[in-house]
DNA sequence: CTTAGGG
DNA sequence: CCCTAAG
C-alpha cells in the first residue's frame, strides 16, 4: 500500500522524504550554497542586458526577454537529487517530475524568506541607483505611461508593502517559466489579448491601476477576493509571458439588468454573462491533458482533485481542481454520449480519441461518481442495466 | 481551503 | 468556465 492508499501508486524513495521533513541542507549540502551564489550573483550583476534588469523590476513590457533568463535561471540548478518519481507507467511522469522540480525551486525562494530580502522589493531606488543610471530607469517607466505621476522617483514610500509583496519572484518562478502546456498559447493569441483589451488600459497612468488594484483588494469579501486572484493570476497567465501586470481587470465583462424596476433600493441586479464573456477565460483541453486527467485519476481516484491537480498539472497555472472536475464530468458524459451515438461524429467526444474514452468509461465504472445524478446524464433503459453492473465498488 | 452542484 | 454552498 503506497502512500496514498493505493495499489498503484508510485513510491517515494526515502530521499525524497527525508527532503521534505528533514534539513535542506543536509540533503543538498554544498550545491545549494553554490547555487544560491550564482543566484546571487545573477541578481545582483549589473552587466546583465536591460531587458532582464528591467523585466526584473516589473517595469519592461519587452517580457519574452525574460522568460529565456528564468529559463537558463531555472535550469542552472541542479535537481539531480530528485528520486525518479517512478511507478507512473503512462504518459504524464515527464510532468509530473517537472512538477516536483517547480516544487522544488519554490520552497527554495521559500527558503529565502519570500523574495523581500534578495528583492529588496522596499527600495526599489536602491536597485536603480546600483544596476541602472537613473535615467535608464527613468526612460523605461517613461515609455511605460509617460510618468505623469513623477512615479519614477522610486522612493520606499511610494510603494506600500501589500504592492511589493505581490510583485513575488516566486511568482514568476510559477507562471514566466516555460513548460509545456504553455507552448499551447501562441504568440497570436497573447498579441490578441494585448490588443483586445490593452489599449484602453494602456492608455492610463501606471497610478491608476495601482490605487485601483489596491481598492479591489482591500474591500472585498474573503471568498470573493480568492476567486478575484485566481483570475488577475489566470489572467496574467493566459497573457504568457508578461511578467507583471497592473491590469486590475480584463474589461468591463459584466452587463446587468434590473431584476425589479420598482426596488431600486434593493440591489438586486443579476449579472448575465454571454457567451463570449464566458469564453474569454476557456482554453481548449489537448488530448495530452485530458490524458493527464485519466492518468491522475486512476492514480488517485476520482474526488481527489487537489491531488490530481499538483502531481499532474502543476505547471498548468490555468487549470483548477474545480476545472479538472468539470473536465472529469464532461468526460463521462462525452463517454456516455459516444457510446449511445457510436457513429454520429456529431458526439461531444468527437475530438477525443476513442481509447480514452474507453479508458474513462473503466475508470468511471471503477469509481461510483458523486455527480452521477441526473441533468448529467440521460437516463434510459439500454444503458441503466450495464452502469448498474459497472456501479459495484472495488474496495 | 476543498468539493459538490448548478448555471 | 463561473459561482456558491457546505464541510
Redesign the pocket.
Known sequence: MGPFGMDTTPEFPDTFAGFKSGSVDEILGHSMEDKMSDMKHFLMDPNHDNTAVNSFLGLGMENMGLSTKIEEFSHGFDFSFLPDYGGLNSYSTKDVEAGLKFDILDGFLDGVDEVEDIYASHDLSSIGNHFLPETEVKKKVSELDGDPYGLVNLSSESFSPGISGSIGLSEWSKETVPHAESQNVSSEKFKDSLDSNGSEDDKKPLSTFIGSWVKRGKNRKK??L??ACR?LD?SRERMSCVSYDFRPRKGPMKKYIHTSTENTFSQSYT?I?TRSD?R????M?TVDEVMKLVDGISHFG??????IKNHFFHSAA??T???I???WRNLLKASYNDREAEEKRKSVARSIPKEILHRVRELASLHPY??S???CFVHDSSRSRSTSRKKKKRS
Do not use: E
Not at 476520482?302 to 491531488?307: L, S
Open positions: 471568498n470573493l480568492n476567486t483570475r489566470s449579472p454573462l464566458r474569454k477565460n476557456q482554453r483541453w476520482v474526488g481527489k482533485w487537489t491531488d490555468h487549470r481542481p474545480v476545472d472536475r468539470d473536465k458523486p455527480f445524478k441526473s441533468s
